[in-house]
Nanobody
Framework: QVQLVESGGGLVQPGRSLRLSCAASGIFFAINSMGWYRQPPGKQRDLVAVINSAGNTNYVDSVKGRFTITGDNAKNTVYLQMNSLRPEDTAVYYC??????????????WGKGTLVTVSS
């Protein structure tokens, strides 16, 4: 009974910016952490950025200084602000969440992904 819905992807020119959003909805007690992963064409899915309920963040080295992950607890939403985009940032971006759904625990959930294409 948990859904993650991403939005904000699209086609942009190198050097431009995009902001991705991911909203969690359904029946759950709390969100422990949310993050963004990406999968370039023909490559594996890797972590981009993550934020936990305390606001602590972590980024893959290739996006440090360019991307910023933030969260809005009241809206159960996480954002990824992507600046100075490069062609190598082209990928399907997936939202991920570690969610407590019951008294005993929870699990790992994924959105369906949103495509970001960086090209001139």
């Amino acid at each position: 009974q948990v859904q993650l819905v991403e939005s904000g992807g699209g086609l942009v020119q190198p050097g431009r910016s995009l902001r991705l959003s991911c909203a969690a909805s359904g029946i759950f007690f709390a969100i422990n952490s949310m993050g963004w992963y990406r999968q370039p064409p023909g490559k594996q899915r890797d972590l981009v950025a993550v934020i936990n309920s305390a606001g602590n963040t972590n980024y893959v080295d290739s996006v440090k200084g360019r991307f910023t992950i933030t969260g809005d607890n009241a809206k159960n939403t996480v954002y990824l602000q992507m600046n100075s985009l490069r062609p190598e940032d082209t990928a399907v971006y997936y939202c991920n969440a570690d969610i407590r759904t019951t008294y005993y625990g929870g699990g790992d959930y994924w959105g369906k992904g949103t495509l970001v294409t960086v090209s001139s």
